[in-house]
């Protein structure tokens, strides 16, 4: 089976502070993560990935995201944070080897940055 | 723009009444999904289409069909509509159904 928590429902950090937004997953095999964010009032849009290789992964926006195989973490970084990274992101989780095809999304963890 | 276009984009319906949610890509993209965002719960997956030919239960499939018109197009409807299925709707397609996802602009439905 595959899940994965989010488990701040939001996070606030003020314009210019570094930001994390954690994500925990659980799988049988090897994890494929995905992060995604949604602004106001549209759908969702794709971050970044991991698959295998780098711990460190970079994507869109300036954000990059650390995979931890042993804390079971993927956690979302962002050295400097802009008043227009404030939206919901989610995490996702599939099981490579094991379990199904399709990635299970997280709750979302909704981000404010505040000016 | 190339993407994932829903139609309508607001929706109000009656407890009882019948619609059906539009979606189509231009990515050709081989599989298609259908979710659902609610507060507190995330994004919860109604159905999905492997590949034009298939469709599959998702996690929360009751009350809902679907159909993959095409290749293009995957069509949700609801046949009675009711007050729980008050949610914003999201289409989203990918190459295969472990890859990134592009997902549409949501339609809003509200069932009265």
């Known amino acids: 089976a595959q899940s994965v928590a989010q488990p701040e429902d939001q996070v606030n950090v003020a314009e210019g502070n570094p930001l994390t937004v954690k994500c925990t997953y659980s799988v049988s095999g090897n994890p494929y993560l995905f992060w995604y964010v949604q602004y106001p009032n549209r759908g969702l849009q794709f971050l970044l990935k991991?698959?295998?290789?780098?711990?460190l992964v970079k994507g869109s926006y300036g954000f990059e995201a650390e995979f931890n195989k042993s804390q079971t973490s993927f956690h979302l970084k962002k050295p400097s944070a802009l008043v227009s990274d404030s939206a919901l992101y989610f995490c996702?989780?599939?099981?490579?080897?094991?379990?199904?095809?399709?990635?299970?999304f997280g709750r979302g963890t909704s981000l404010i940055v505040h000016p | 723009n190339a993407g994932v276009t829903q139609t309508p984009k607001f929706q109000v319906l009656k407890t009882g009444q019948s619609m059906t949610l539009q979606c189509a890509q231009d990515?050709?993209?081989?599989?298609m999904y259908w979710y659902r965002q609610d507060p507190g719960m995330g994004l919860r997956l109604i159905y999905y289409s492997a590949s034009e030919g298939t469709t599959d239960k998702g996690e929360v499939p009751n009350g809902y069909n679907v159909s993959r018109l095409n290749k293009r197009e995957f069509s949700l409807r609801l046949e009675s509509a009711a007050p729980s299925q008050t949610s914003v709707y999201f289409c989203?397609?990918?190459?295969?159904?472990?890859?990134?996802?592009?997902f549409g602009q949501g339609t809003r439905l509200t069932v009265v």
């Open positions: 996702a989780v599939r099981d490579i080897t094991g379990g199904s095809y399709i990635p299970t």
């Open positions: 990515m050709n993209h081989n599989s």
């Open positions: 991991y698959i295998t290789g780098d711990n």
């Open positions: 989203a397609s990918s190459e295969a159904p472990d890859r990134v996802r592009i």
